[in-house]
């Protein structure tokens, strides 16, 4: 597993400066709508578009270079992050072009020790040596360039953000798919009838496992219809007592489908997950019950790979330890990241859960003038 432990984030969005944060193998992050969450998952979503070599049109649809930058240009010369992996890290630095375009200052990677100085500074947060691979480039070397280490080539290269908001009538995961479409569940489970398939048929203690755990927040579900030698597929099921009539994912609420969404993606087997898995928010529509067989599934999850998820749920947090929360807040209009620390909290356990102290303000996490 290519952990990822730590990263530092300058001038990107409404981050002004986080520096050498630590990530653990489970990261929860509450805080107010506008805090900086969202901000933070895209970080993700800006290095897989990176290493597809798609930052030249990435950048442009999320609103051009100053949309990016820190209140833009005229604040924020450029955007810099690096990324701490267990020997070597990875290093970018963007810059604005006159036709509001990001290109690369300098991208690098580095083994651990020695100090760093860029544009005469020494960079604390960095602490490291680099070796810079290009400057003055459009498009990320990461995926073709072989002077990067696989280590972190092969973390980012995996690395999904997945949200399932969509279970209108129009969301691909209801929608007919090619069966082969398989290699990965999409980042919003639009092959979820095909990945499915690929389980029952290679991993059936996996699949057996996602299926009794659905049962227990839709006792009425029975078993998936995955119609095996077809070109397509399209997610159907049956109820229970009733094993002759199959029904479409039309049929289903949009809590239990997304909680299918959510249970195949954390219960599928550890070797086809990637090393860090992001969810945006995976409480929506959830009952209390299925808030707790989540957090269960999360913690399962985190004990072989690194997740990062994004909530405004404070029944969900209550499953959790506090050294699991991350605070994000709004100050001096910049993000900052706090993680909970359990034995300060300790007394204030005994009486209230975490959900109440961030409901109380005592955590932080809430809307601030």
Request: charged fraction near 25%; glycine fraction near 6%.
């Amino acid at each position: 597993m290519s952990k990822l432990s730590k990263i530092s984030i300058q001038g990107y969005k409404s981050i002004q400066n986080l520096q050498d944060f630590e990530l653990t193998n489970l990261n929860i992050l509450i805080g107010a709508n506008g805090a900086g969450k969202s901000n933070f998952i895209s970080v993700f979503k800006l290095l897989a578009q990176m290493y597809d070599q798609r930052l030249q049109v990435y950048v442009p649809v999320s609103g051009g270079a100053d949309a990016l930058l820190h209140y833009g240009r005229k604040k924020t010369p450029k955007i810099q992050m690096q990324f701490f992996f267990d020997i070597h890290d990875y290093f970018f630095s963007l810059m604005p072009t006159e036709d509001n375009r990001l290109i690369f200052e300098k991208e690098a990677f580095s083994d651990h020790g020695g100090d760093i100085f860029l544009d005469g500074i020494k960079l604390e947060a960095f602490n490291t040596k680099f070796s810079i691979v290009a400057q003055g480039h459009s498009e990320s070397g990461l995926r073709e360039s072989t002077k990067y280490p696989e280590e972190f080539r092969h973390a980012i290269k995996s690395w999904r953000i997945y949200h399932f908001h969509d279970t209108s009538d129009t969301a691909l995961v209801k929608r007919i798919h090619q069966a082969s479409d398989n290699l990965r569940l999409k980042f919003d489970a639009e092959n979820l009838a095909a990945f499915l398939l690929k389980l029952k048929l290679k991993f059936p203690k996996s699949y057996q496992f996602i299926v009794k755990t659905i049962r227990l927040v839709a006792p009425f579900f029975s078993d998936f219809v995955l119609r095996e030698g077809e070109e397509y597929i399209q997610l159907e099921w049956t109820e229970v007592g009733n094993p002759d009539t199959p029904f479409k994912a039309f049929v289903l609420s949009d809590g239990t489908l997304r909680f299918i969404c959510l249970a195949t993606l954390l219960l599928q087997p550890v070797e086809m997950m990637a090393d860090t898995v992001l969810i945006d928010e995976p409480e929506l529509g959830l009952h209390p019950y299925a808030l707790g067989i989540l957090a269960d599934l999360i913690k399962r999850a985190a004990e072989h790979k690194q997740i990062i998820i994004s909530t405004q749920s404070d029944e969900l947090i209550n499953h959790f330890s506090p050294n699991d929360i991350v605070v994000v807040d709004r100050v001096d209009n910049a993000s900052t990241f706090k993680r909970l620390d359990e034995e300060k909290l300790k007394d204030w356990l005994e009486d209230y859960t975490l959900g109440d102290l961030w409901h109380q303000n005592v955590i932080g996490g809430r809307p601030a003038r």
